[in-house]
């Protein structure tokens, strides 16, 4: 079993907690902003944080996207984390529509002023697993993970997602594509849960 993880950094954030979570369940993490890197990987992790257009600012400055697009097109399996859960959609809206990965169809899209929760949404929220899936391997329905985040996916596609949120509306927070995984929440700070669905990933 390979359990070799490339890592991409972005350039918009401290990504050592999701290292650190994804060494602690027995992953060989490869941390780089290097496109021939990720080219070369066996499975890949897309954390991000902050503004969606940033994020694919930064991938695209160093030819990520492109290499992202390259390794998923070879069905090497690859986990979207928060941010990068959201770059896996065609556009975002955040600060003006930019264009995403275009992986899985779809728009990321604020939450409305009208909704009667504070947004962003932070904190522990309780998954609503919708479909069986590698991800949430020996991990209840109704389990808390931990979310931040202001916008989110609205999927194009139902058969894509795996896991829905309830926070105001209800939403998708986790999807699945063939190799291509996402969550909206962060695993790596989900506590037992979050590094049991890294651990299903890694060890896929």
Known sequence: MNKGIVLIDAGTGNLRSV??????????????????????????VLPGVGAFGDFMDGMKAKG????????VSRGVPMLGICVGMQALFEIGEEMGEHEGLG????????????LSVKIPHTGWNQLKVKNEALLFDQIQDGAYVYFNHSFYCQAGDPS??????????????????????????HPEKSQAVGLRILKNFVEA
């Open 160 to 185: 894509d997602v795996i896991a829905e949120v309830d926070y105001g509306i209800r939403y998708a927070c986790a999807v699945r594509r063939e190799n291509v995984f996402g969550v909206q929440f």
């Open 64 to 71: 990520l996207d492109d290499a992202v697009k390259q390794v």
């Open 19 to 44: 290292q650190k979570a994804l060494e602690s369940v027995g992953a060989n993490v490869l941390r780089t902003d290097a496109a021939d890197k990720v080219l070369s990987a066996k499975k890949v």
């Open 103 to 114: 992986l899985l169809r779809g728009t990321v899209v604020k939450f409305a002023d009208t």
